[in-house]
């Protein structure tokens, strides 16, 4: 016959598998919702010919980043990035803007398959040595975050077209304004869009939807 300690350990035993398997795996599912969550595309559904149709894609485009270096679209193919627009002689809005968007970088410092990229919209006064100081000021990886410049009509078509960007002149500084942050897939799906002043809680979702892309690109990758 079964000593009472014995008995007792089964009857805890019980009462942990009847209760406490389900909370460790509600728990368990909580921790990995946004992975199973797929993330929305963005802009409206172009025609391929036929009946087929695709999402909107960022277009080619030819920059020069701070560094120097010709950047266009195929520096990010098999990437996640994350792009915005800015230029270094705003007061306010910019600032606080890529302050958000360092917090999101550190996150993924080293993580070579995130990447990111700001356009100046102010390419007259935004010299490669100004985007050099303004990316050092940052703390910006050279490698991962690229503050990029060019004629300013490709910047703006990039912007509004290709980011569907809903952007608004400041007539004070004659330039285009926008506070959002544009998550682009490697197949160059814009598949997030969020506000880049909103703080940590707008950070950290950006922070899990850069996640979750990550992982579908892994479940694609396996399917294969």
Same mark, same amino acid.
């Given at each position: 016959?079964?000593?009472?300690a #014995?008995?007792?350990w089964f009857?805890?035993?019980?009462i942990?598998?009847v &209760?406490g &398997?389900?909370?460790?795996?509600?728990?368990?599912?909580g921790?990995?919702?946004?992975?199973?969550?797929?993330?929305?595309?963005?802009?409206?559904?172009v025609p391929?010919?036929?009946?087929?149709?695709?999402?909107?894609?960022?277009?080619?485009?030819?920059?020069? +980043?701070?560094?120097?270096k010709?950047?266009?679209?195929a520096?990010?193919?098999?990437?996640v990035?994350i792009a915005?627009?800015?230029?270094? #002689?705003?007061?306010?809005v910019?600032?606080?803007?890529?302050?958000? &968007?360092?917090?999101?970088?550190?996150a993924?410092?080293?993580?070579?398959?995130?990447?990111f990229?700001?356009? #100046?919209?102010?390419p007259?006064t935004d010299? &490669?040595?100004v985007?050099?100081?303004?990316?050092?000021?940052?703390d910006? +990886?050279?490698?991962?975050?690229?503050?990029? #410049?060019?004629?300013?009509a490709?910047?703006?078509?990039?912007a509004?077209?290709?980011?569907?960007?809903?952007v608004?002149d +400041?007539?004070?500084?004659?330039?285009?304004h926008?506070?959002?942050?544009?998550?682009?897939d490697?197949?160059?799906?814009?598949?997030g869009?969020?506000?880049g002043?909103?703080?940590?809680?707008e950070?950290?979702?950006?922070?899990?939807?850069?996640?979750?892309?990550?992982?579908?690109?892994?479940?694609?990758?396996?399917?294969?």
């Open positions: 016959m079964a000593s009472k #014995t008995r007792r009857i805890a035993g019980g942990f598998l &209760l &398997l389900p909370v460790l795996w509600i728990v368990f599912l921790k990995l919702e946004f992975h199973a969550k797929s993330l929305p595309y963005y802009g409206p559904k391929m010919g036929g009946k087929d149709t695709q999402y909107h894609q960022v277009g080619p485009f030819v920059f020069t +980043d701070h560094n120097g010709l950047i266009t679209e520096d990010f193919d098999s990437c990035y915005n627009i800015f230029f270094s #002689t705003c007061p306010d910019c600032p606080a803007m890529n302050s958000n &968007l360092r917090i999101i970088a550190n993924f410092r080293d993580n070579p398959r995130v990447k990229i700001s356009h #100046t919209v102010d007259e010299s &490669l040595p985007l050099k100081e303004y990316a050092r000021r940052l910006a +990886d050279r490698l991962k975050w690229h503050f990029v #410049t060019g004629s300013k490709e910047i703006y078509s990039t509004v077209d290709d980011y569907l960007l809903g608004k +400041d007539k004070a500084s004659n330039f285009m926008s506070d959002r942050l544009v998550l682009v490697p197949d160059k799906h814009i598949r869009v969020f506000n002043l909103a703080g940590q809680k950070n950290n979702q950006a922070i899990d939807a850069v996640k979750a892309l990550l992982f579908e690109i892994r479940e694609k990758a396996h399917r294969k």
